[in-house]
């Protein structure tokens, strides 16, 4: 009669406890996560693979031919070692879809069938000898079946080891402890599931240890995947020696106490065992309960490495931080005897700001993109008052956020555990995420005041690498909640101080809008000074010859030598008011970024002579001598020459007038490139640069940057001159106002140098103007020159009407 060995009942009893693990993983997870799915798969595939170890022993429940259950061994092994490695990628959740891996794996199996299955037709040639070994366990020796054997065993070995390499490597990179006590756990399934293999050779009759080892591996990897939250296994390990510790103090104690009191009690006459247990049961009761909750706590404290008392903390805490109304201060002191009592890193108090409207802060998920019509967005603003041991940058939280919601509904502590690996949070827009990356935190506890969201205390890990455990919350909860109004009154301390702050800044704006105003009202005055002045010597001429011409016609007197001579004088008189009202019209297209260029070919050198010719008689007037250099080589512009001949017949007037007479006056030009001018151009650009330097009485230091101004000129606004080229003259103000916006408009620059004004040594100055060769800001004029052409034409004609 043929018995079944137990061997061969465990086998079976195991293969078929994978089956209400596949249940529980169903129930719990469904089939909604990938790693779920592979779970399933894995514990199916070891279920029957176990299964199939029954038939690799004699006597089993079925006799087929010995090499059919030795190839459910050898598949199922390098399939099982392939699952387990995806099954590892999922759990450690690596990026990427590992299309590599599954080609590999598939690959493996399939050379390791045909290699088995001899479909390549390979000698059949034993080990033992040179013939084909007779059908059964000695038909395993042939030669593809070594060869199969050898090439499963390595495709085991690189998955398995694939496996554990990504282990480590995930163990490596995580940087905190719940991560980290998570992989522990999978590390200790992948050392079950391996040594359940190795278990379960062919032919060395451990099959059933073999596939003890295996459920064990699988039923910790289930736990791995479908428990959120595993038991620290340091805490675990620390308690357990701590007990031991406890429990080996106490057995010491009372067997030395027992010893010592029968050795006290046998000298005494009479002796009473009975006697001798109450005195030592009263003794025990009475000394060493203290002393035994005092060890408890001494090996707890060294051994578990709890290291504060939560009371005591909470005192210290308290009395720090009650009267601190300084928001930095407050910070700094709370986070330092927060980081030194629970040996902490580094940590981070944020102020918390909600910011509602419709403004909307770059990154939130797509779905908060696109409200219903009149809803309005807001977000949480978090500003860092101080860092200890680490910066950390601001960052926004958008109220939708699953991390803001959590914070604000639950109003208890988060871990980065939590939001890396919980379901809820995996809407973080990637700003967030990146943002909670950045701050290299471990848990974050939300300070409320009145119901409201005020604060966020942000910690990193223990130095000692332990994880923050239930009462480590539970007490960050309290010191939030101690916080909270000592947070509130600094952050209202702190409004007042900005308040404050931008009140002063206020005050210095109005200040300085004050002396703007102030200094634009004197330009005005100057502006009416002036205008006037220029305005009324030429009408004062035109006036003075008309009344003559008139007496001279009623006399009979005029002659028409005479009425030339008046006529001349009336003509010069209105084309000097020409010429001022010409000027303001330039100014006024200026301001309005009106002034119409029309761009051609220009050559400087041409330029610069006309303007040169039309001031020959006011250079030999004042003796003054003018050279031109360097313009020559210089290539042609694309610019409006009209207005250049405005731009330096300006800056000629003006050195003519600033020069005494027998002065020198000296126009240069040279090119200027981007590469050997990075300062002043564009990579690649080339421009001109004139130079028109004079011998005059120079510039004030403090006049340089004034110069261009509208109606500015240094000195006594009421020193005026009808002459145009008078030494000292003043004109209206407006010469180089105009300059500078006609080389503006070029794309060009135009700045003055001196060495100061000194009236005795004549220190001169020049004038720099700067031109590109092909201006860069009007390549593409086109429409809106004409527009601004239109528009200019418009306003002529209001005026004109």
Not at 430 to 439: D, H, T, Y
Request: proline share 5%; net charge neutral.
């Amino acid at each position: 009669m043929n018995t079944v060995s137990p061997a061969l009942i465990s086998l079976i009893l195991t293969g078929v406890l994978y089956l209400p693990i596949a249940g529980v993983i169903l129930k719990r997870r469904g089939f909604q996560e990938w790693a779920t799915r592979l779970l399933v798969l894995y514990v199916g595939a070891s279920s029957l693979w176990t299964l199939g170890l029954v038939f690799l022993r004699p006597g089993g429940l079925a006799t087929p031919a010995q090499d059919v259950p030795a190839r459910v061994w050898l598949y199922g092994l390098l399939l099982l070692a392939w699952l387990f490695l995806h099954l590892t990628r999922a759990f450690l959740r690596f990026a990427g879809s590992g299309w590599g891996w599954w080609a590999l794996g598939a690959a493996w199996i399939v050379a390791a069938i045909v290699l088995n299955e001899n479909w390549l037709g390979l000698p059949a040639v034993s080990w033992a000898g040179g013939h084909v070994p007779p059908t059964g366990v000695g038909g395993l020796l042939a030669w593809h079946w070594s060869l199969a054997f050898g090439v499963a065993i390595a495709g085991w070995g690189a998955f398995m080891g694939g496996a554990t390499l990504l282990t480590a490597r995930a163990y490596h990179q995580a940087q905190q402890p719940l991560h980290r006590n998570r992989i522990k756990y999978w590390a200790v399934a992948l050392g079950l599931t391996a040594s359940g293999a190795v278990l379960t050779p062919l032919l060395a009759g451990t099959a059933a240890l073999g596939s003890g080892f295996h459920l064990l591996g699988t039923l910790c990897a289930t736990y791995a995947v479908l428990t959120y939250r595993q038991p620290d296994v340091r805490q675990v390990a620390r308690r357990t020696a701590s007990f031991l510790i406890v429990t080996l103090l106490t057995v010491v104690i009372y067997t030395a106490g027992f010893l010592a009191t029968q050795a006290l009690f046998q000298s005494v006459p009479a002796y009473s065992p009975l006697l001798a247990g109450v005195t030592v049961a009263l003794v025990l009761a009475v000394v060493f309960a203290p002393l035994l909750r005092l060890a408890q706590r001494l090996a707890d404290r060294v051994v578990s490495g709890t290291h504060y008392d939560p009371s005591r903390t909470l005192r210290e805490y308290s009395t720090h931080i009650s009267n601190i109304l300084d928001l930095e201060r407050l910070a700094t002191v709370a986070l330092d005897l927060i980081r030194e009592t629970m040996q902490i890193q580094h940590g981070t108090l944020f102020v918390v700001h909600e910011e509602p409207g419709q403004h909307v802060p770059e990154g939130l998920p797509k779905q908060f993109l696109s409200p219903p019509l009149g809803h309005k967005y807001s977000y949480f603003r978090l500003r860092d008052v101080t860092g200890t041991g680490k910066d950390s940058p601001p960052g926004a939280l958008s109220a939708a956020s699953p991390v803001a919601d959590y914070l604000r509904q639950e109003r208890r502590p988060l871990t980065q555990y939590d939001v890396d690996l919980l379901p809820r949070f995996r809407e973080n827009s990637p700003a967030e995420q990146g943002w909670l990356a950045s701050l290299g935190a471990d848990v974050y506890v939300p300070i409320y005041a009145k119901g409201e969201w005020i604060g966020l205390l942000v910690l990193g890990p223990k130095t000692c690498g332990d994880r923050y455990f239930d009462e480590d919350l539970a007490l960050l909860s309290t010191l939030a909640d101690q916080t909270a109004v000592a947070l509130e009154n600094a952050r209202l301390f702190d409004d007042l101080k900005v308040r404050n702050t931008e009140n002063e800044q206020l005050n210095q704006e109005l200040a300085v809008a004050n002396r703007e105003l102030a200094r634009l009202d004197q330009a005005k005055s100057n502006f009416i000074d002036i205008a006037s002045h220029e305005l009324r010597t030429p009408l004062t001429q035109i006036c003075g010859y008309n009344e003559i011409l008139g007496e001279m016609v009623e006399e009979g007197s005029l002659t028409p030598d005479t009425a030339l001579q008046m006529a001349q004088g009336i003509h010069k008189g209105a084309q000097r008011l020409q010429e001022i009202v010409d000027l303001m019209f330039d100014v006024s297209q200026l301001d309005t970024e009106t002034l119409i260029l029309n761009l051609s070919h220009t050559q400087v050198s041409l330029t610069v002579h006309q303007v040169v010719e039309s001031w020959a008689r006011a250079l030999e007037e004042r003796r003054q001598t003018l050279v031109v250099e360097g313009l020559e080589s210089l290539p042609a512009l694309t610019a409006d020459g009209k207005r250049l001949v405005q731009v330096f017949s300006h800056l000629v007037q003006n050195a003519i007038k600033y020069t005494p007479d027998g002065g020198h006056i000296r126009i240069t030009g040279r090119l200027l490139n981007g590469v050997t001018e990075p300062r002043r151009l564009r990579p690649q650009e080339q421009a001109v640069e004139i130079v028109v330097a004079d011998t005059g009485i120079g510039i004030a230091p403090d006049d340089l940057g004034r110069i261009f101004d509208k109606f500015y000129r240094a000195g006594d606004v009421m020193f005026h001159s009808t002459g145009k080229t008078k030494f000292k003259g003043a004109g209206p103000g407006l010469g180089l106002t105009i300059a500078r916006g006609i080389v503006e408009a070029h794309g060009g620059r135009v700045w003055a140098e001196s060495l100061g004004y000194d009236e005795q040594t004549r220190p001169g100055s020049q004038f720099h103007v700067v031109l590109p060769v092909q201006p860069h800001r009007l390549e593409s004029a086109g429409l809106e020159t004409f527009i601004a052409a239109v528009r200019a034409n418009t306003e002529q004609i209001n005026v004109t009407v």
